[in-house]
């Protein structure tokens, strides 16, 4: 080394966060192949490896492709340009959709078959079938068809986002049979996309494919014509918001406006069946303006994620997931009020082992109580029928000061949103869009009552959206209480979102944009360095993401000194853990069951004083510090931190059944079983110690 020269420092590894959430998406789809689960629940699995991708490719592959065309060089964290990222993207993607289809033909069409259920092809109908199909045809389908001829007088039509279209190549009979005519049938949204045949025998349950249907009677719509070819086809469009929210009035009617407008986007993926003619296909990309890089064909039904619902379809609960109730913990399942029980003692709930109930119950009290005079509640993502918006409006009609903060630009939540924010305004809530440029992602209700000894605040903080029917599927933490500094600072946290508030002063919840990667850092920082001083020293994490760089780097700088730290993450990583002199004392194991795990819980050994633990809304990831309003909040009773630490942190790591392990390779390994010892299921246990629960109370 020449003198004066400085040490070069050890390259630092990172995962790409687009590969890491493709190796997400295939966990997923290993969930499809997996004989732990009920079969009915494993088509469920693959329709979500569908949803997953086309929220991916409308989103991140639409970015890409945008930076690629515009020659941004902007690289990403392991120094990929934006046409790798897409070379790579486009290699792993299709791998797996082959290997999904492969999933759908091989393994879950015949465990349905051995049950008694079939998926049947239009090459497998008789007679009959087809006689009961044509009816069909006619009756519910035919009517709602409009056919559209592509010649000189019909230009080629706006195909809509993720609609199903067939493409039809018709000759005149008789005619010169080299002369084409297209034409497009798209199919209403409105139509079923799985159909129950109602003919033949009636001892097996029997569907089959609204677009199988369409291809045998898609001649009905051309008479005079010959049909020579149909193949369905699917656009995926550019979904990204773009407006300037400093220049816009309106923002309701602008966000409107601009979800009219995402059917005109950019396509960025064509999916369409396999086998089509070559002449056909250039000439609908032609029309969309795509490559041939950009077309998937497709070995099957298109749009897999039409089975999600299937098992309504199918009356087999032996099927499904054995009927799961939550569970009303004590003491809110005795008839007293929520506000003398969180006068006592702060509450934590565990969704979706603990009832949801009490959160609602909560506003809904809040709403009826007299002596309740205001209620401030943010909402992300809610259900249609939400009890919550509900009692919000009934709390304004009841005369309380009602105060709503409703996120416009939740992502495919946006046309919702926009009419639950009309219907609260209608009851006379004041409906507020939080600040500018930045989404309000965090989850707190905030009550404030009169009491003899004056107005009290009481507050609801979560890791979960107000939602009823997804506090039912997703794992997620609740915590209620009325201790003095938390409210105090949740209803500044308010009146920031409502006013205007630069630099708002948080010393007891971490709000993100404000304090929150700041504080976050300091605590890996503190941890790495009683490692140096020789205190103990521990970091656990459970995050639905990590992909935040300069966090990465200071738990490299963690692991370097020694702390031993634990990262529970179910999607995007870009840390690579076990990587000699750079993350060997650093594990990340990712969980996929039947509940989706959402809960964010933070843990830090914290030397020789009292360990901290912290829950919230936030994943350690750019958007999550620097881009939304996260809040996340302290467990400081000794009860409830125990909870959290010994009956959740701590149990989560001894999964072996559903958790599998990141490796260097950036693969996911199952963990090896020692000893011998019974598979572990974390979601199973919780759910068996409810059942306990529940016994013993009765």
């Known amino acids: 080394m020449k003198k004066g020269s400085q040490p070069r420092k050890k390259k630092v590894p990172y995962f790409n966060r687009e590969l890491s959430w493709l190796a997400f998406n295939r966990r997923v789809l290993e969930q499809a192949m997996s004989k732990k689960y009920p079969v009915l629940e494993r088509v469920k699995f693959l ?7 086309d929220e991916f490719f409308e989103i991140r592959v639409a970015g890409l492709m945008q930076q690629a065309d515009s020659q941004v060089s902007e690289l990403s964290m392991d120094g990929l340009g934006p046409k790798e990222q897409l070379d790579q993207i486009q290699a792993h993607a299709r791998a797996l959709v082959d290997d999904q289809y492969k999933c759908w033909h091989q393994m879950l069409i015949p465990a349905m078959k051995k049950q008694g259920i079939d998926f049947n092809t239009p090459d497998t109908l008789s007679k009959a079938d087809l006689e009961w199909m044509k009816h069909y045809f006619e009756t519910e389908v035919y009517p709602v068809l409009t056919p559209l001829a592509i010649d000189p007088t019909h230009p080629f039509p706006q195909i809509g986002n993720k609609t199903l ?6 000759q005149s009979k008789g005619s010169n049979p080299d002369i084409i005519h297209m034409a497009i049938i798209p199919v209403p949204r409105i139509l079923n996309r799985i159909v129950k045949i109602e003919s033949g025998d009636r001892k097996r349950l029997r569907f089959i494919f609204l677009s199988d249907i369409l291809k045998i009677f898609a001649h009905t719509l051309f008479p005079g014509y010959h049909t020579r070819a149909v193949y369905a086809f699917r656009i995926s469009r550019n979904s990204n918001l773009y407006f300037d929210e400093e220049e816009v009035e ?14 005109k986007n950019a396509a960025v993926r064509l999916e369409v069946e396999q086998g089509i003619e070559e002449v056909l296909l250039e000439e609908l990309l032609k029309q969309i303006h795509l490559k041939d890089e950009h077309v998937y064909r497709i070995n099957g039904p298109l749009n897999l994620m039409r089975l999600r619902d299937f098992e309504d379809m199918v009356p087999r609960g032996d099927l499904k997931f054995k009927n799961f109730i939550p569970y009303v913990r004590p003491p809110l399942n005795k008839p007293e009020s929520i506000f003398k029980i969180l006068s006592r003692e702060d509450i934590l709930l565990h969704h979706p082992y603990d009832s949801f109930t009490p959160v609602v119950e909560f506003i809904e009290q809040a709403a009826r109580d007299p002596q309740v005079f205001a209620i401030k509640q943010t909402l992300y993502r809610t259900s ?11 709390a304004s009609l009841n005369g309380k000061q009602v105060t709503a903060l409703v996120e416009l630009k939740a992502r495919f939540e946006e046309a919702n949103n926009i009419q639950w924010a009309r219907e609260l305004e209608e009851a006379d809530v004041h409906v507020v869009y939080g600040l500018t440029h930045l989404k309000t992602h965090c989850k707190c209700c905030l009550v404030v ?17 107000y939602n009823p029917k997804t506090a039912r599927l997703y794992t997620d933490i609740s915590y209620l209480t009325a201790t003095e500094d938390i409210t105090k600072e949740a209803a500044d946290l308010f009146n920031t979102l409502t006013g205007f508030a630069r630099s708002p002063n948080f010393q007891i919840l971490k709000v993100a944009p404000f304090n929150l990667h700041r504080e976050i850092n300091l605590l890996i920082r503190k941890e790495a360095q009683n490692a140096r001083d020789g205190k103990p020293a521990k970091i656990v994490a459970k995050v639905n993401s990590l992909i935040d760089q300069e966090t990465i780097d200071n738990l490299y700088t963690a692991s370097i000194a020694g702390v031993e730290i634990l990262l529970i993450i179910r999607g995007i990583c870009g840390l690579v853990p076990g990587v000699k002199g750079v993350s060997e004392n650093i594990r990340v194991i990712s969980i996929l069951g039947r509940y989706l795990e959402h809960s964010r819980v933070y843990y830090f050994e914290n030397g020789e004083d009292h360990s901290n633990v912290f829950i919230g809304s936030a994943d350690w990831m750019p958007r999550n510090f620097f881009r939304r309003i996260e809040c996340v909040f302290p467990i400081r009773s000794p009860n409830l931190k125990r909870r959290v630490v010994n009956e959740l942190l701590n149990k989560y790591q001894l999964d072996t059944k559903f958790a599998k392990e990141l490796q260097p390779s950036g693969e996911y390994m199952p963990i090896k079983q020692t000893n011998g010892k019974k598979e572990f299921s974390i979601q199973e246990y919780f759910i068996e110690e409810t059942e306990k629960l529940r016994t013993n109370l009765i």
């Open 449 to 465: 009552r009169r009491e003899p000894e004056g107005l009290k605040r009481y507050c609801h903080l979560g890791t979960g959206n």
């Open 47 to 53: 329709s979500f490896v569908s949803s997953n991708l």
């Open 165 to 170: 279209n067939l493409i039809v190549w018709v």
């Open 250 to 263: 309106n923002l309701v009617t602008k966000i409107e406006e601009e979800l009219w407008n995402l059917r």
């Open 384 to 394: 249609g029928d939400s009890p919550i918006i509900k009692a919000l409006k009934e």
